[in-house]
């Protein structure tokens, strides 16, 4: 194959990294060809993903049980096929793996770190550090999340915490996609429930649970 017809690993990592609203499957491609910077795109781009949707899992251990997960993303990165839809649907069962290896090796349930209530009351509350709040909403939502049924909750993370389509987290989850989406769509509605009696849903800085969420889900 010619030159021309492949970019090198530092053309498709510069060019990641100066248009970030690309499709990121230039990075994947330079990352296999052992580019550090493309692999720090991908890291910067699903590690906080792949963090929420660990914490509702395995919920303190999440940062531990996502380094170990990268390990072995790093190891076998030049083994991967696939784009960065397909990359971001790899980690995700890499992360998913660890936190079950985790859970079976600690012999726990997962547990909400802190009550959901707590939270919600802080972030309700008048604190004017952005990224505080933001950091404050997306626990709270990650709590909530994580108790829901399993089947719900994790459907629900994969599909709107880590951005994969049916297709893809049903290959994470071993399902059919149209039992994720039946989950997801499951799992979403018993939250717009909750956030119906409960008026939660500004504080726990959730806005898109109205019809066109839940038509999205199925």
Do not use: C, N
Request: charged letters at 30%; aromatic letters at 4%.
């Amino acid at each position: 194959m010619s030159r021309a017809a492949k970019p090198s690993s530092a053309r498709a990592a510069r060019t990641a990294r100066q248009r970030p609203d690309v499709d990121l499957s230039v990075a994947v491609q330079a990352a296999q060809a052992g580019d550090e910077q493309a692999f720090r795109l991908l890291f910067r781009d699903v590690q906080p993903r792949l963090l929420r949707y660990l914490r509702a899992i395995v919920a303190d251990d999440a940062e531990d049980v996502a380094a170990e997960a990268w390990l072995q993303i790093a190891r076998d990165m030049r083994s991967f096929s696939g784009d960065f839809d397909s990359f971001r649907g790899w980690a995700a069962t890499i992360a998913r793996h660890r936190a079950l290896d985790h859970l079976r090796s600690s012999q726990r349930r997962p547990s909400s770190a802190v009550p959901v209530e707590t939270l919600a009351d802080r972030a309700a509350g008048e604190d004017t550090a952005e990224h505080a709040l933001a950091a404050v909403s997306s626990d709270a939502a990650i709590a909530l999340i994580a108790s829901l049924p399993r089947d719900q909750a994790e459907a629900v993370l994969l599909r709107v915490v880590m951005g994969l389509d049916a297709e893809t987290a049903g290959r994470v989850l071993g399902k059919r996609a149209g039992a994720v989406r039946t989950a997801a769509y499951r799992g979403l509605r018993r939250l717009a429930r909750h956030f119906e009696e409960t008026g939660a849903s500004t504080a726990l800085g959730v806005t898109r649970l109205g019809p066109a969420a839940l038509k999205d889900m199925r």
